[in-house]
């Protein structure tokens, strides 16, 4: 056989793997890597900022539930890049990161982008590693896959040097292929737990499930509708575990969730964390008396806040789902053993009813709620949600706490957020994640019924700095990415209801002035023409200021073939206060008298 690069081993090491798509941007060493995987036919997507393809490969790993893979050079690169191991650590999302570094020989001279990336990464992976000679890359790339996936996902780190890179093998026949990484095993629940499980929740007056997005990662839909519907059980979704079971489902009690929180006094919570989106379990949000039954595949989270670690199980949920439902031998919750139903249903149609009122609400500038209504309205006709064919992105504090009650979807793996970190600046790289998931030529994820589906992007003004330039990615790849900017000129809210208020504010803030009538540390520009950007990169651009102009932007944009940022100004909020809805969590006890 003819000599191998370190490059082309790498790149057969990664088709062997069956990776289908990198993530990254290239430079020098890197770009070779790049250029032989792409030669093995493998597809790579170049992006402007290491920070939102390290995002999108994250996001890939979640929507297809293989690890995402994210190559960049090394040193500033690699820093660019740790806002994605941060975000699949914290997710739990499975991800391998290649980097180049300098060459192994100058190692402490000061040599281009020298950065010790093992040291200073080892303590935020699950695997941070050097191959030390040629023949092992595909042993080492074959054990950090495994390892970013298996388990708890997250992140694995590959550093990979110039000479290695560039090395060469002469006898290609000493190196190894790297073998297919089959399916992580999976486990359930001892006869012993279970039993006690069973026995508790057959005593439950209010039982609740409650569905993560690690049930969405597990693709445990099946195992999780048939639990709900065969038991009557109520169930709340999280966030990003919307459509696992359908929201349109009539045991949903999204719509009330507090109720349910404050009523339910046993809780099955399959794949959530009883984090910061969950209150941590605690009261006033949660009933005082609930017993918490944690099903996780993670041992470490079994217990924590008000978990109970008695109660948890360490498991896949396709396993335990099904365990209990066998262990349940026909049982059925007799909804008529309290007032929990009836007062989810007040609560529902209360809340429905009050959200409603604020929808319809046609003011200029418009509101949160109405152009959110009238987006659903659109996009609903033109692709039912039973159809599963749109995708929904949203970041952005108030973009994303609003809007994730208003639009439906009734399959998993249809709805992205900022997740458990709260990231701004995930939003065009998720984006972009979920147009090569699910409308490549051999698309790896799967949700709903099969075919394309159209990426819809709800990015707050200040979210969608973080990374607007990736628009130009999507144009670059023909992507027909749809981006509502809901422009508020600010962090939150605007400080300014009008063009003058905004440029007094911009003059008495020129020149380093302190004056207090300047621009607040929440301000960003005043009706910026966020819109173009895309018109400069080949795509189309809206501005919009009410109803009608918003009903034209949306259809228009999602029929485009093209990447489409409608500009919506809504109503600046100046007088509003300053809050993040979902960090109204437990009260604090009565304080005590301090002592001395």
Known sequence: MAPLTGAQIIARSLQDLQIKVIFGIVGIPVVEIAEEAINLGIRFIGFRNEQAASYAATAYGYL?????????????????????????????????????????????????????????????????????????????????????????????????????????????????????????????????????????????????????????YAKAEKALRELVEKTSIPFLPTPMGKGVLPDSHPQNASSARSTALKEADVVLIFGARLNWILHFGDIPKWNAEARLVQIDISPEEIGRNRGDPELGIIGDINVVASQILAGLNGWQWDSRASNYVKNLADAKSKNEALAAKKAAEDTVPLTYTRTFDVIKRVIQGLSPPQDGRVVYVSEGANTMDISRSVFPVEYPRLRLDAGTYATMGVGLGYAIAAHAAYNSADPEGSAGKSGRKKIVAIEGDSAFGFSAMEVETMARYNMDILIFVINNGGVYHGDSNSADEWLQRQRQSAGGSSSTNGLRSTSLGWEVGYEKLAEACGGLGFLVRNSAELEHATSQGFKANVPVIVNVIIEAGSAKKLEFAWQASAKKGPKKDSKI
């Open 64 to 216: 297809t539930g293989r690890p995402g893979v994210c190559l960049v050079v090394g040193g500033p690169g690699v820093l660019h890049a740790m806002a994605g191991v941060g975000n699949s650590s914290t997710n739990a999302f499975p991800l391998l990161i290649l980097a180049g570094s300098s060459e192994s020989h100058l190692v402490t001279k000061g040599a281009f982008q020298e950065l010790d990336a093992i040291s200073l990464l080892t303590p935020h992976t699950k695997l941070s590693i050097r191959p030390p000679t040629l023949e092992l890359i595909p042993e080492i790339l074959n054990g950090a896959y495994r390892t970013s996936w298996f388990g708890r996902p997250g992140t694995s780190f590959v550093d990979l040097p110039a000479d290695l890179i560039q090395g060469v093998a002469e006898d290609a026949d000493d190196i190894r292929r790297t073998g297919v990484v089959l399916e992580p095993p999976t486990g359930g629940a001892n006869e012993q737990r279970l039993t006690g499980i069973i026995k508790l929740l057959k005593s439950a007056k209010a039982p609740l499930i409650v569905i993560g997005k690690g049930a969405a």
